[in-house]
């Protein structure tokens, strides 16, 4: 079975850049999560689709990041304009019941 | 929100010698899980506990979720340079996985 794919795995930008990450879930996972891993912390959730209708974004920044799920397969999260701050790793998790799992990570740096 | 909190934050340890993670919470947890990340690599599920006081084992990693369900821990016993890495514990609630901030595992040989 073919993990949870995502890319670019790396990307390098300019503050008030724009930037976006693709991720590919398990094939029958109907939950998708994108999450935000700040260098020494634990990943932090940002936004959660079942299918593709969101369950949870309380936590994404919704000034500068987006998310879509359009035929409930695929996602894309996008960050404009992306700020310092935003340097971290963003992970991409499926599910199908209790257990996630997770892709490899897109490591964003802004300088 | 509600987040799990774990000590110690780093531990360093000599290759052979065991480990302990801890995992604690202020209120009853519906579950706790455990993952591994190793240095520039990806979370991974290793356990799901939801019983109070259940007790669990994977070769030398021995999972316990306390009689209170407010606390959960990991021993890894005999540690080797494979376990080097972040553990983290996390509680599922309604699919959404809360993690603690981990605890880095350094091995010395």
């Known amino acids: 079975e073919a993990g949870v794919a995502q890319s670019p795995r790396y990307k390098i930008i300019e503050k008030r850049q724009s930037v976006a990450f693709w991720c590919n879930p398990i094939s029958g996972h109907a939950t998708l999560y994108w999450y935000q891993q700040i260098l020494g912390q634990g990943p932090k959730l940002l936004i959660q689709f079942q299918n593709n209708g969101v369950v949870d974004d309380s936590q994404l920044p919704k000034d500068r990041f987006s998310a879509e799920r359009l035929k409930g397969v695929d996602s894309t999260l996008k960050i404009q304009p992306a700020k310092l701050e935003d340097s971290a790793v963003y992970l991409c998790a499926s599910s199908r019941g209790a257990t996630q799992y997770f892709g490899p990570g897109t490591r964003l740096l802004v300088l | 929100g509600q987040q799990v909190m774990q000590i110690p934050q780093y531990q360093h340890v000599q290759e052979g010698e065991d480990f302990t993670t801890y995992c604690n919470s202020s209120?009853?947890?519906?579950?706790i899980q455990w993952y591994k990340q190793r240095p520039g690599g990806h979370p991974v599920f290793l356990i799901q506990l939801v019983k109070s006081g259940e007790v669990k084992k994977q070769k030398r990693l021995t999972f316990q979720f306390g009689e209170a369900k407010k606390n959960s821990s990991l021993h890894i016993t005999a540690t080797q340079t494979t376990d080097v890495g972040t553990y983290f514990c996390a509680e599922n609630r309604d699919d959404k996985i809360i993690f603690g901030k981990g605890t880095r595992l350094h091995i010395l040989p």
């Open positions: 209120t009853t947890l519906s579950n």
